[in-house]
C-alpha cells in the first residue's frame, strides 16, 4: 500500500518561515520525482517545487529563493523548507511522487495546512 504522509504545517507570521515533511511508503522512493503542490482557497493546484531522483530542482518564480525541495532517499523523505513566507503562500500543500516511467501512476498525499497570516 502506497502511503504519503505530509507533516509540518501550521500558522506562521508573514516573513516566518516552516518546513514541509513528506513521508513516503510502498514505492521504490529514490527513482521518483517528488513534487510540492499548493492549493489557496478558489484557486487551481500550483507546483512549487519539484525534485528528481538525482537532485535536480525546479521552483516557479513566486517562490523561487523562497522555498527550498530537498529529499533524503536513506530516510524515503521530501522537504519543503519555506522561508520569508507571504499571506499569498497560504494553501494546502500536498506532496506529490511520480515515477519516470508513464506507465506507471502517481501518488499523492492528503495535504497540509500552511497560512502566512497577516
Known amino acids: 500500500q502506497v502511503q504519503l504522509v505530509e507533516s509540518g504545517g501550521g500558522l506562521v507570521q508573514p516573513g516566518g518561515s516552516l518546513r514541509l515533511s513528506c513521508a513516503a511508503s510502498?514505492?521504490?522512493?529514490?527513482?521518483?520525482?517528488m513534487g510540492w503542490y499548493r492549493q489557496a482557497p478558489g484557486k487551481q493546484r500550483e507546483l512549487v517545487a519539484i525534485?528528481?531522483?538525482?537532485?535536480?530542482?525546479n521552483y516557479p518564480d513566486s517562490v523561487k529563493g523562497r522555498f527550498t525541495i530537498s529529499r533524503d532517499n536513506a530516510e524515503n523523505t521530501v522537504y519543503l523548507q519555506m522561508n520569508s513566507l507571504k499571506p499569498e503562500d497560504t494553501a494546502v500543500y500536498s506532496c506529490?511522487?511520480?515515477?519516470?516511467?508513464?506507465?506507471?501512476?502517481?501518488?499523492w498525499g492528503l495535504g497540509t495546512q500552511v497560512t502566512g497570516s497577516s
Open positions: 510502498g514505492i521504490t522512493f529514490s527513482i521518483y520525482v
Open positions: 506529490n511522487a511520480k515515477h519516470p516511467s508513464p506507465a506507471m501512476r502517481g501518488y
Open positions: 525534485i528528481t531522483g538525482g537532485g535536480s530542482t
